[in-house]
């Protein structure tokens, strides 16, 4: 049987009880289909073990006896109509709930003891019975059959309250897990665990280590984590696992996002963290009040979750979407911050559109992160389209080796054209945006790869148009931006830039009028001795120029260097009240400029001397998140302008090679371009 004939077996069950009385409601046949399903597939289950205890010369005692048993009681074509009705919910249903002597048995008592929902008519009820009965499991190669039928219940209930929530195809589960890599003796976490795919699939990961009876009640009842506020998610998710092998699966009923993350104990944390967390939802103020960073944005909500329940040394994998790489607003950019300064970011996988049928505009990323120490630098790798399209689809699904590429980049270091790495200091000039594009795109000409370029021209368009609207949700907002009191400068600057005297300057650099650092491109003086070293921290300015913005800030080792022995250098003392990155957007906007001229000395040409630097006074940021969250902002605009001139030109050109390439033609990569 394939997966489509089990979906189709799936829909006319559920047409037949959407026609029942107790049943129309969406949520109510999912709920009595589930139990149904679940029995079924745990009775197949018992036979293969019968039938392995045989061949052994053993006996195994099933779990349901007797009468019980699906194949007694759901092929006995005498029992019907209202006895059928009767037999379920007064005799069945109660022996159930009351199974005990084991920690399988009692965990399937508490699912049962949830269960209510029965159908009216006894004959309907047959007929289903009879449809779900006619699924062979056994001929089924998925072993993630139930999450399949779950994905196909939710397709038909996607008016009936299961906002955000979407199936995770398999090819991406198991590569995250293959890649996270949990083992036995670890405690693995599913904040929203729906059908539990990614525990079923930790758990099929890690099963042959379980070699002692110690393994195995580790395995069963203290490795698998995972909560889901959904009641029927919820219920499918622990089937799944206990139909796994995981006979006490911890799973809890609970909306995640009501838990206080700001003081999580460390008992309540996680080695292993894999997840999709339902993305584009709104939570309510008091939800918000739970989280350092508050926002409406459930996707970054459940980022802080993962953040606050992962242990020390602990990984985590999860879904997310690429609003969380550049939005701009306070809570987006502090999270950022937090999560590259607090945790180990080590890769970041960009999947293409469709990926994810259900939300087939989406565009989504796999990002891997560590608790233990920050980020150095995180390796991209783009998962390439489909052959000759622009996306994938529910008919044309992402295939399992199209990820081995990125396994092995992330994992090994194993390069291929599709990958790329960038460093911390890189990611922090730009604003903490980690919005970063695959850039060998560009050395593609054929025409899939123009059809590419013109989605990513419209992507960039479309994250340009949401940073704009954030600024000007920022303009008409100031207020969210408050400023302090003036202060000088004073003794908050110290005066930096040793001369070099009898050492050779390596490498000279210049200051730009638009504020940048840039490679000296003159000729530096025969007497060397007064040039001033320029170091990581450090601004500088030229005394002449500096009113027309003609200073800098030195943030990284790569940009140090020597300066002209005119040029002022200083930097920031330890506790000032603004961070240096506020300091130079204060020093280059008009305010900024005019405190610059009016402490300028000289008849001719002013000049601003170290002591006029003092002298300046600056408004002390009310809030320094906030205005951190708004400099990071304008860094991210400026950083996608300069790239859209670029990339709108080399749309252009690969259009142009594909229109006049022949038809279907497609043309390699050139090799000096690979990684």
Same mark, same amino acid.
């Given at each position: 049987?394939?997966?489509?004939?089990?979906? %189709?077996?799936?829909?006319?069950?559920?047409?037949?009880?959407?026609?029942?009385?107790?049943?129309?409601?969406?949520?109510?046949?999912?709920?009595?289909?589930?139990?149904?399903?679940?029995?079924?597939?745990?009775?197949?289950?018992?036979?293969?073990?019968?039938?392995?205890?045989?061949?052994?010369?053993?006996?195994?005692?099933?779990?349901?006896?007797?009468?019980?048993?699906?194949?007694?009681?759901?092929?006995?074509?005498?029992?019907?109509?209202?006895?059928?009705?009767?037999?379920?919910?007064?005799?069945?249903?109660?022996?159930?709930?009351?199974?005990?002597?084991? %920690?399988?048995?009692?965990?399937?008592?508490?699912?049962?003891?949830?269960?209510?929902?029965?159908?009216?008519?006894?004959?309907?009820?047959?007929?289903?019975?009879?449809?779900?009965?006619?699924?062979?499991?056994?001929?089924?190669?998925?072993?993630?059959?139930?999450?399949?039928?779950?994905?196909?219940?939710?397709?038909?209930?996607?008016?009936?309250?299961?906002?955000?929530?979407?199936?995770?195809?398999?090819?991406?589960?198991?590569?995250?897990?293959?890649?996270?890599?949990?083992?036995?003796?670890?405690?693995?976490?599913?904040?929203?665990?729906?059908?539990?795919?990614?525990?079923?699939?930790?758990?099929?990961?890690?099963?042959?280590?379980?070699?002692?009876?110690?393994?195995?009640?580790?395995?069963?009842?203290?490795?698998?984590?995972?909560?889901?506020?959904?009641?029927?998610?919820?219920?499918?998710?622990?089937?799944?696992?206990?139909?796994?092998?995981?006979?006490?699966?911890?799973?809890?009923?609970?909306?995640?996002?009501?838990?206080?993350?700001?003081?999580?104990?460390?008992?309540?944390?996680?080695?292993?963290?894999?997840?999709?967390?339902?993305?584009?939802?709104?939570?309510?103020?008091?939800?918000?009040?739970?989280?350092?960073?508050?926002?409406?944005?459930?996707?970054?909500?459940?980022?802080?979750?993962?953040?606050?329940?992962?242990?020390?040394?602990?990984?985590?994998?999860?879904?997310?979407?690429?609003?969380?790489?550049?939005?701009?607003?306070?809570?987006?950019?502090?999270?950022?911050?937090?999560?590259?300064?607090?945790?180990?970011?080590?890769?970041?996988?960009?999947?293409?559109?469709?990926?994810?049928?259900?939300?087939?505009?989406?565009?989504?990323?796999?990002?891997?992160?560590?608790?233990?120490?920050?980020?150095?630098?995180?390796?991209?790798?783009?998962?390439?389209?489909?052959?000759?399209?622009?996306?994938?689809?529910?008919?044309?699904?992402?295939?399992?080796?199209?990820?081995?590429?990125?396994?092995?980049?992330?994992?090994?270091?194993?390069?291929?054209?599709?990958?790329?790495?960038?460093?911390?200091?890189?990611?922090?000039?730009?604003?903490?945006?980690?919005?970063?594009?695959?850039?060998?795109?560009?050395?593609?000409?054929?025409?899939?790869?123009?059809?590419?370029?013109?989605?990513?021209?419209?992507?960039?368009?479309?994250?340009?148009?949401?940073?704009?609207?954030?600024? %000007?949700?920022?303009?008409?907002?100031?207020?969210?931006?408050?400023?302090?009191?003036?202060?000088?400068?004073?003794?908050?600057?110290?005066?930096?830039?040793?001369?070099?005297?009898?050492?050779?300057?390596?490498?000279?650099?210049?200051?730009?009028?638009?504020?940048?650092?840039?490679?000296?491109?003159?000729?530096?003086?025969?007497?060397?001795?007064?040039?001033?070293?320029?170091?990581?921290?450090?601004?500088?300015?030229?005394?002449?120029?500096?009113?027309?913005?003609?200073?800098?800030?030195?943030?990284?080792?790569?940009?140090?260097?020597?300066?002209?022995?005119?040029?002022?250098?200083?930097?920031?003392?330890?506790?000032?009240?603004?961070?240096?990155?506020?300091?130079?957007?204060?020093?280059?906007?008009?305010?900024?400029?005019?405190?610059?001229?009016?402490?300028?000395?000289?008849?001719?040409?002013?000049?601003?001397?170290?002591?006029?630097?003092?002298?300046?006074?600056?408004?002390?940021?009310?809030?320094?998140?906030?205005?951190?969250?708004?400099?990071?902002?304008?860094?991210?605009?400026?950083?996608?302008?300069?790239?859209?001139?670029?990339?709108?030109?080399?749309?252009?050109?690969?259009?142009?090679?594909?229109?006049?390439?022949?038809?279907?033609?497609?043309?390699?990569?050139?090799?000096?371009?690979?990684?």
């Amino acid at each position: 049987m394939t997966l489509f004939e089990l979906q %189709a077996k799936i829909k006319s069950a559920s047409d037949k009880m959407r026609a029942d009385d107790n049943t129309k409601n969406a949520l109510k046949y999912l709920e009595q289909l589930t139990w149904l399903l679940f029995l079924k597939v745990l009775d197949s289950m018992e036979e293969t073990k019968e039938m392995v205890a045989r061949i052994d010369g053993a006996t195994y005692r099933p779990l349901i006896a007797g009468k019980y048993r699906w194949k007694t009681w759901a092929r006995n074509n005498k029992l019907t109509g209202d006895e059928l009705i009767e037999f379920v919910t007064d005799d069945l249903l109660p022996y159930l709930r009351g199974l005990r002597g084991s %920690a399988r048995a009692e965990r399937i008592a508490a699912i049962f003891g949830e269960i209510r929902t029965v159908m009216k008519s006894g004959y309907s009820l047959k007929e289903v019975i009879a449809i779900v009965d006619s699924i062979d499991f056994h001929a089924l190669n998925n072993h993630h059959a139930m999450s399949v039928i779950y994905e196909s219940l939710l397709a038909q209930t996607a008016d009936a309250g299961w906002s955000g929530e979407f199936y995770t195809p398999r090819p991406v589960v198991e590569s995250m897990v293959r890649i996270i890599d949990p083992t036995l003796g670890e405690r693995i976490y599913d904040p929203c665990c729906g059908s539990a795919g990614f525990l079923v699939a930790s758990a099929e990961h890690v099963a042959s280590a379980t070699k002692t009876v110690e393994d195995k009640e580790r395995f069963n009842s203290a490795t698998f984590f995972g909560q889901e506020s959904g009641e029927i998610a919820a219920l499918v998710g622990t089937m799944n696992l206990i139909l796994h092998g995981v006979e006490d699966p911890q799973v809890v009923r609970r909306n995640t996002l009501e838990q206080d993350t700001r003081n999580v104990n460390p008992s309540d944390q996680f080695d292993v963290i894999l997840t999709n967390p339902p993305f584009g939802g709104t939570e309510n103020p008091q939800v918000q009040q739970n989280f350092p960073s508050r926002s409406a944005a459930t996707e970054l909500l459940f980022l802080q979750h993962c953040m606050a329940k992962l242990r020390d040394g602990g990984r985590a994998a999860i879904v997310l979407p690429d609003g969380i790489l550049y939005r701009t607003e306070t809570a987006f950019s502090t999270v950022r911050r937090r999560l590259l300064n607090e945790f180990n970011v080590t890769a970041i996988v960009r999947l293409p559109t469709g990926v994810f049928p259900t939300a087939a505009d989406t565009r989504t990323n796999l990002i891997f992160f560590s608790k233990a120490g920050r980020t150095q630098t995180i390796r991209y790798y783009q998962v390439p389209n489909p052959p000759g399209k622009r996306s994938y689809s529910k008919t044309n699904p992402l295939p399992v080796e199209v990820l081995t590429g990125a396994e092995r980049w992330v994992v090994h270091g194993v390069a291929d054209e599709y990958s790329w790495e960038v460093d911390y200091d890189t990611i922090i000039d730009n604003g903490y945006d980690l919005d970063i594009p695959w850039p060998n795109a560009a050395f593609s000409s054929d025409a899939a790869s123009a059809g590419a370029r013109i989605e990513e021209l419209r992507n960039r368009l479309a994250t340009l148009t949401e940073l704009t609207d954030a600024l %000007a949700k920022a303009h008409e907002s100031l207020e969210s931006y408050p400023l302090g009191e003036n202060i000088k400068i004073g003794d908050w600057a110290v005066e930096a830039g040793a001369r070099a005297g009898s050492r050779t300057p390596d490498r000279y650099v210049g200051v730009s009028n638009e504020g940048g650092l840039t490679p000296f491109k003159g000729t530096p003086a025969k007497d060397t001795s007064r040039y001033r070293e320029l170091r990581p921290g450090d601004f500088v300015y030229n005394p002449m120029r500096v009113n027309v913005g003609s200073i800098a800030l030195c943030r990284r080792e790569e940009e140090a260097g020597w300066v002209s022995p005119d040029y002022v250098v200083f930097r920031l003392a330890e506790g000032a009240p603004f961070s240096d990155e506020y300091l130079l957007m204060y020093l280059k906007s008009e305010q900024g400029k005019a405190e610059i001229v009016r402490e300028s000395r000289g008849a001719v040409r002013r000049r601003l001397y170290f002591d006029g630097v003092r002298k300046i006074n600056v408004p002390v940021p009310g809030d320094t998140e906030s205005w951190s969250a708004l400099i990071a902002s304008f860094a991210a605009v400026r950083r996608h302008l300069r790239e859209l001139p670029a990339t709108a030109l080399t749309t252009l050109a690969a259009f142009e090679a594909a229109a006049f390439s022949p038809r279907g033609a497609v043309t390699d990569t050139p090799a000096e371009v690979m990684v």
